[in-house]
């Protein structure tokens, strides 16, 4: 899982879930005299409208943390997950309405007020359930919760990093001509055969690999244009681009895997 995949828009449903989770323990309705319930005293109140917004929240943010999207009897978890806000929203919409509901026998006729906890629960439920459908629809909440740590720093011209270029942690490339600069040679020049220089391998297209991050999650597609995924860029995350391909940026992922990013719209380089 990956947290750094999560969106302000999921913050708000995280937030709205706690709400809902508070509301469930406050009264629900004010009466005079007996015992007024909670949330936890009407299991059909309970079950749909509190602890529904509360999976269906908890389903939100599973979907978007994991690497690969995951499906339940063919669902998608995030569409089940705002299928289940929805659900919760509609319900406090008709409890806040009807807040006797199953009580009505036992306190009769008479005036009651609705309590903190339904009308907490309701404004908790209508944020939750508007924070999941309109995250996919509003670019300022599909940015980045957590932002993106600062990419390393530039190190100067013709220095290599010490894992390698460009990756962190990846094996020393080997020189492009092969082998060790030979007595006498300068790095990066060509080694040199029977007193005669090597014939130079061509330069390299005008290209600087740089590190990028997304704005929201994207697909990383096979090199051979494959159409399905091969893995899903993450908000939050620094890639590195190796160099810009004929279908769109080559991109590598922290467990090395290279692969086109397509869309490249609204990236940030680092």
């Known amino acids: 899982m990956n947290i750094r995949s999560l969106t302000r828009g999921d913050g708000v449903v995280i937030g709205a879930a706690v709400l809902l989770f508070i509301a469930s323990f406050l009264d629900t309705f004010d009466g005079s005299g007996g015992d007024v319930p909670t949330a936890w005293d009407n299991l059909g109140l309970l079950m749909g409208m509190y602890v529904g917004g509360i999976i269906g929240a908890a389903l939100i943010v599973l979907a978007r943390a994991l690497p690969q999207p ?6 998608d978890l995030g ?40 009308i907490l629960g ?24 957590i932002p993106a740590p600062k990419p390393p720093a530039p190190l100067p011209y013709g220095a290599q990093p010490p894992g390698g270029y460009g990756y962190p942690g990846a ?13 006498g040679q300068q790095p990066g020049q060509p080694p040199f055969a ?31 244009g494959a159409p399905m995924p091969i893995a899903e860029l993450a908000p939050g995350t620094w890639y590195l681009a190796v160099e810009q391909g004929a279908q ?18 609204g990236i940030q380089r680092g």
């Open 70 to 75: 995951r499906k339940i009897v063919g669902l």
């Open 79 to 118: 569409q089940l997950g705002v299928a289940l806000t929805v659900f919760a929203a509609w319900t406090a919409f008709w409890s806040i309405i009807d807040p006797l509901g199953a009580f009505s026998d036992t306190f009769g006729s008479a005036d009651v007020e609705r309590g903190a906890g339904l």
């Open 122 to 145: 309701f404004i908790a439920t209508l944020v939750l359930a508007a924070a999941a459908v309109a995250t996919p629809l509003v670019p300022a909440l599909q940015a980045a919760l």
């Open 171 to 183: 094996q020393q490339q080997p020189s492009p001509f092969g082998g060790q600069p030979q007595q």
């Open 194 to 224: 029977g007193g005669q220089p090597a014939p130079a391998q061509p330069p390299a297209a005008d290209f600087s690999p740089f590190w990028f991050a997304v704005p929201v999650a994207r697909p990383l597609y096979a090199e051979d």
């Open 248 to 265: 769109g940026l080559v991109a590598q992922t922290q467990d090395g895997r290279r692969g086109v990013l397509r869309d490249t719209s």
